[in-house]
């Protein structure tokens, strides 16, 4: 769960990653549950059958007969099949004069910049405050783990509870890919619009983006550290079964998994108040914002996978605004 484009701050924050980075790891957990016990895949594929819009990465968005749009949810991530964009995708692309994204030109310098603005004013503690509470064996996982993403481990120190949790979020293997400059998925699509020439529109500000991570709870981020290390592996898996929703176009199910099942860490019941910061929130000011671009029609609207599904999510926000989505793929 992590946040799209906070990952450009971390990789700015790494040493210089090798030349070809190693194939990411981790163990799909979907897939260990399913082989190992049964009766509990069962279980959890009939919760995540029960979420609203739960399947689908790409809808189309139809209103008093304008030209019809397009909700696209990407993930930030480098994997070369998912970059390349499956074909519903581009024809909806082709489609399209308009593409919103969370922060367009996120790469620019301005947008690093300011990236590194906020986290050098709001995400240090020079107090040395900052691993209070935490054993030594989680204070070593820590470091060990940053120090696998290229970052120096002395950093772990200094790093305010809410940014080093969403770092350790982000396996450090697809980091050390990000900070080479491989593609993303959602770089891909905004730099395919501005190719063939279409709007390209922002829905948030960096500062925007920021505060809605930096603001949940010192407990929750505490919370979501000790989670992190619990497992060495911790972080590749969760990329992987992540990626395993996304490529099955199941990401609603993410809201299906418990942590009698999967684990704490894997559990988004268990961080209520970021789930609530970072998507429930940010998907009402999301729908606010892409209502202008729905009037006009022809607009692709290309956002984190997990902003669509639920009964929060902007596949029903948007219906309850009066549109008709209808999943295409």
Request: proline share 4%; aromatic share 6%.
């Amino acid at each position: 769960m992590p946040l799209r484009h906070l990952v450009l701050a971390l990789t700015l924050l790494a040493t210089a990653a090798p030349a070809v980075a190693a194939e990411c790891g981790g163990q799909d957990l979907i897939a260990k549950v399913k082989a190992e016990t049964p009766d509990k895949y069962a279980a959890f594929e009939t919760a995540g059958q029960a979420i609203p819009n739960a399947d689908g990465l790409l809808w189309r968005i139809e209103k008093d007969g304008k030209p019809a749009s397009y909700l696209f949810g990407t993930m930030h991530t480098t994997e070369p099949d998912l970059v390349a964009l499956s074909e519903p995708v581009k024809a909806a692309l082709a489609q399209s004069s308009t593409v919103a994204v969370e922060i367009a030109d996120a790469n620019s310098a301005a947008s690093q910049a300011a990236m590194v603005a906020y986290v050098t004013s709001n995400g240090i503690d020079l107090s040395g405050a900052a691993l209070n509470g935490f054993a030594p064996e989680q204070i070593t996982e820590i470091k060990r783990r940053l120090k696998g993403a290229g970052m120096p481990e002395s950093i772990a120190t200094v790093l305010k509870p809410w940014f080093l949790a969403l770092t350790l979020e982000v396996s450090a293997c697809e980091l050390k890919k990000m900070s080479e400059g491989k593609p993303t998925v959602d770089a891909t699509v905004e730099a395919l619009g501005r190719a063939k020439g279409a709007e390209i529109v922002s829905l948030e500000s960096v500062g925007e983006q920021l505060d809605a991570v930096s603001r949940i709870s010192e407990e929750t981020a505490r919370k979501m550290i000790r989670e992190s290390v619990a497992k060495p592996d911790g972080g590749d898996d969760q990329q992987a079964t992540t990626l395993a929703l996304y490529r099955a176009r199941r990401v609603g199910w993410y809201f299906a998994m418990t942590k009698e099942t999967f684990g704490e860490a894997m559990d988004l019941s268990s961080y209520a108040d970021f789930v609530e910061g970072i998507v429930d929130k940010r998907n009402r000011l999301m729908t606010e914002r892409v209502k202008p671009l729905l009037e006009k029609g022809s607009a692709l609207i290309a956002v984190g996978a997990l902003h669509l599904p639920g009964e929060k999510g902007l596949v029903e926000l948007l219906r309850a605004e009066g549109y008709t989505l209808v999943k295409v793929w």
